[in-house]
Structure formats: C-alpha cells, structure tokens
C-alpha cells in the first residue's frame, strides 16, 4: 500500500495515521478479557476445585451411598487406617516402581 503524505506530513506520519486508524477498526470490545475471565476462572473453579473439596468432605465422612446422606463424621479414620495397612504401602511402592521404569524407558 503505498501512501501520500498529506500537507505537511512526512511519510512516517502518514504510516503512523494509517496504523492507528487500522488498529482502531479491529479493537474487541474493551470488557471482553474480562468477560473471558470469569468465564475461565468459574469453569476452573467447577470442574477442578469444587470436585477436590467435595472428595476431601466425602473422605472425612461415613456416607451412604443408597441414601446420598452422611451418616456420621468420620475426621481422620480413614486416613489413620490406610497407614497403618501393609496392603496400602505395598501399592504405594508398587505403583513407584512401575512409574520409575516407565520414565527411565
């Protein structure tokens, strides 16, 4: 595209002008980031936050399943039992040795 510098214009302004008025005919709306935002932020919040906090409620509860209603607070039970069982730190040491040969393969 070749321009013509107006009266008294360089041909750097001119360039300039023609940049400006181009980038202002392409400018998105000035609240769309934001809307795009939130947008992601809920979706985050929805799909990885809320189903953590709900796993880590049903963990430390004794919840039945048939009614879909807690039955009494569990605290820590459950997790005081899975330390204590061999079953649980043979898997643990199971899965470990599998992901490490993987990985070196």
């Known amino acids: 595209m070749t321009l013509r510098p107006g009266l008294g214009e ?10 400006a ?4 005919r392409y400018q998105r709306p000035r609240g769309m980031a934001l809307v ?3 947008v992601l932020i809920a979706f985050f919040l929805f799909i ?3 189903p953590l906090i709900q ?14 209603t ?9 997790y005081e039992r899975m330390l204590g069982d ?5 898997g643990l040491r199971v899965a ?3 992901t490490a040969t993987v990985l070196a393969s």
């Open 10 to 19: 360089s041909v750097v302004q001119a360039e300039a002008r023609a940049r």
């Open 55 to 68: 796993a880590i409620w049903y963990s430390l509860n004794v919840y039945d399943i048939q009614k879909g």
């Open 96 to 98: 470990f040795v599998f």
């Open 48 to 50: 990885f936050v809320w």
């Open 70 to 78: 807690v039955v009494r607070f569990n605290g820590l039970g459950y």
């Open 86 to 90: 061999p079953k649980f730190w043979n």
């Open 36 to 38: 795009v935002s939130l």
């Open 21 to 24: 008025s181009r980038s202002r």
